[in-house]
């Protein structure tokens, strides 16, 4: 059985200078109860690996726009002009990785791998400082793995064990971040005693901590 | 230039009258609107798809390509975000927040849709099982180099999954405006960060349309409102008319 968690509870683990993943392509499938839980304490100097930073008032953005992220790892960060402020300004450390890219690096990481090889961005400023390697004949890119201390996902549904299912287009990057941190915690729409193995997207032996949205 | 080809379109432009009707320089000249303008690459852009194909559609302008394809061809859209068959938009009574599209549009999933995640997304674009991909350009060049993510200390929306579709999508057309703010576009040498190199196989704008060869751009239509010299003008690059130039659908 999961320990089933306050919101508050779960993320008061998460301490200043962490290291976290968050799922969620814009707002869809984020774990919006999570971030605004983290938004509230206050916690400071994150490192951020996220696809996005959606919008300067929803989940991922207000951590930009209250200035909790000293570093941001993410592939897409054009709907939210705070991100590309910050980052002029020099306030925030931006690394923009091609998604493609960034949620590979993530899978090296929670498979254990040692990294993998990526044609996207060969013969752009990608490879600058990059090690390649040819493979019959075509060029690569060597890309590290990549994992944080937490992992903040959604799920639609969860159940007692773990198991996470999802509902239209909410999966996207939860279900690789689940495999790369140390703590995953989700975030359930609805908790239910057992899912249909079936129905089991995110296998439960990766998940510690589920909150149930609307609970507090 | 091609010296043969060009005489070839002054001659073409005779027989149909292009060059003796004054309007379509007029028109030129007033330029055309905005929403023409999408019409246009739209239009064009949309018969690059065969029956059955997974298209990748970028945001902006390329997304308008979907309201062009035949009734009776059946074209699969393809999202990054985890949806293989995109539908119309939503209802907006009844929206669905847990449906959308890689712009954040509400969606519906269209009949024979599937869902998945981010990783099997990029598998489908970089792993090469994409027909085609639509998508815009700041600037693209005779190589097919294309860049399109950022322009140094003025605006970084950053790459998205752009990078890995157009080096993995089996066609990657380019539809955009000719020249923007009267700044051409298609260029020798793209001298903005890229956004892949040499990944380009059609260039579509208002004005005409390029394939892009290994000897460099082949122009094989033009718009008949525009003259040669008009292309010329507003074009960086080198190119080459195809001996069959034909005129584009306006």
Known sequence: ?216 | MDLTAEKTLQKRQQISGYTTNPIFHSNKKEGLSKEKIREIIAKRAAKEFKEGDVVTLGIGLPTAVANYVPENMHIIFQSENGLLGVGKDQNKENIDKRIINAGGGYVEAAYGACFYDSQMAFTMMRGGHIDATVLGALQVDEDGSLASWIIPGKMVPGMGGSMDLVVGAQKVIVAMEHTSKGQIKIVQKCDLPLTAYKEVDLIITERCVFEVTHKGLLMTEINPMFSMEDIKESTGAHFKIAQNLKYMEI
């Open chain 1, 1 to 216: 059985m999961k320990r089933v968690v306050s919101a508050k509870d779960a993320i008061s683990l998460i301490k200043d200078n962490a290291t976290i993943m968050i799922g969620g392509f814009l707002e869809c499938g984020a774990p919006d109860l999570l971030v605004d839980e983290l938004v509230k304490q206050k916690t400071q100097n994150l490192t951020m690996i996220s696809n996005d930073t959606t919008y300067p008032h929803a989940d991922k953005g207000r951590l930009i726009v209250n200035k909790q992220v000293k570093k941001l790892i993410a592939a897409h960060i054009g709907t939210n002009p705070e991100t590309g402020r910050q980052m002029e300004s020099g306030e925030l450390d931006v690394e923009l990785v091609p998604m493609g890219t960034l949620i590979e690096k993530i899978r090296a990481k929670g498979t254990g791998l040692g990294g993998v090889l990526t044609p996207t961005g060969v013969g752009t400023v990608i490879e600058k400082d990059k090690k390649t390697m040819e493979v019959d004949g075509k060029k690569f890119i060597f890309e590290k793995p990549l994992g944080a201390d937490f992992a903040l996902i959604y799920g639609t549904k969860v159940d007692k064990f773990g198991n996470v299912s999802y509902y239209g287009t909410t999966r996207n990057l939860n279900t690789v971040m689940a495999t790369a941190a140390e703590t995953v915690i989700v975030q359930a729409d609805e908790l239910v005693d057992c899912l249909d193995p079936n129905e089991v997207v995110i296998p439960g032996l990766f998940i510690d901590y589920v909150v149930v949205k609307g609970e507090k």
